[in-house]
């Protein structure tokens, strides 16, 4: 069999941007006269910017925004949520990513970044993570968002690998959706009841061994 590839999200996968994300737009929405709940805030997992701020706005009944207006609201969440990601060090990578990351360099086996995030080299830079991925597809590459797979297949591109050589970890359900539309597996990361269309879901990448990880996956449908 030829070798499998690795396509990695980065918010919420490798790193608890998550946190940062969910903060900064609940700022935004406190300034806008509403509150903005935790599930709320997981509809906004994996999707754009500006996608985003439009379910922000829909949740607090917010309509028919001029463009320049929504653009500016944008900005102001990005400013304080780049506030927060130019704090960070190594010390916010997930518990075992690292060490599955290089586990992953032992096996010789080819690794992506698959991000929405316009913020990736950032965050990347701040935590040292770069240096693990042969190709990088972040939110300044892909001109279409999650759920629809293009940053997938770009990642496999970038790698000269076939989609179903392919193995995506995402922790958000717009993410799976993409994996599995761009035809390959996908390891959800995280809550099971809300990942429940990937292949299949892991809580962490704590103690998680990718030979093991490799023979389930072999043996699963996408
Ligand atoms: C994704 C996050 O990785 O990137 C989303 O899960 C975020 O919450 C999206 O909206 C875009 O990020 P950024 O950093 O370009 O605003
Ligand atoms: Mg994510």
Same mark, same amino acid.
């Given at each position: 069999m030829k070798s499998l590839c690795c396509i990695f999200d980065l918010? !919420? =996968? +490798? =790193?608890?941007t998550a946190k940062y994300h969910y903060l900064a737009w609940k700022r935004l929405a406190a300034t806008l006269g509403f509150d903005f709940s935790e599930q709320h805030n997981?509809? /906004? $997992? !994996? =999707?754009s910017r500006m996608a985003s701020l439009d379910i922000l706005l829909e949740v607090g009944g917010i $309509? %028919? /925004?001029?463009e320049e207006e929504k653009r500016d609201l944008a900005e102001k969440k990005n400013t304080w949520y780049v506030a927060y990601i130019n704090r960070?060090?190594?010390?916010?990578? +997930?518990? !075992?990513v690292l060490d599955f990351l290089h586990q992953l360099k032992a096996a010789h086996v080819k690794t992506a970044l698959g991000s929405a995030s316009r913020n990736a080299p950032l965050i990347l830079k701040r935590t040292g *993570? @770069?240096?693990?991925?042969d190709a990088i597809i972040d939110g300044n590459t892909i001109t279409r968002a999650k759920p629809d797979p293009e940053v997938f297949l770009l990642g496999a591109q970038a790698l000269d690998a076939? @989609? !179903?050589r392919c193995i995506v970890f995402e922790d958000a359900a717009a993410g799976v959706e993409a994996a599995l539309r761009a035809g390959m597996k996908c390891v959800g990361v995280g809550n099971p009841n809300l *990942?429940?269309? @990937?292949t299949m879901v892991v809580? %962490?990448?704590?103690? +998680?061994i990718w030979e093991e990880l490799k023979s389930s996956l072999i043996t699963l449908k996408n």
């Open positions: 918010d !919420g =996968v +490798l =790193v608890d997981e509809r /906004l $997992k !994996g =999707v $309509k %028919g /925004l001029p960070m060090t190594p010390s916010e990578i +997930l518990p !075992g *993570l @770069a240096c693990f991925f076939s @989609a !179903g *990942l429940h269309k @990937a809580p %962490g990448f704590e103690n +998680l």
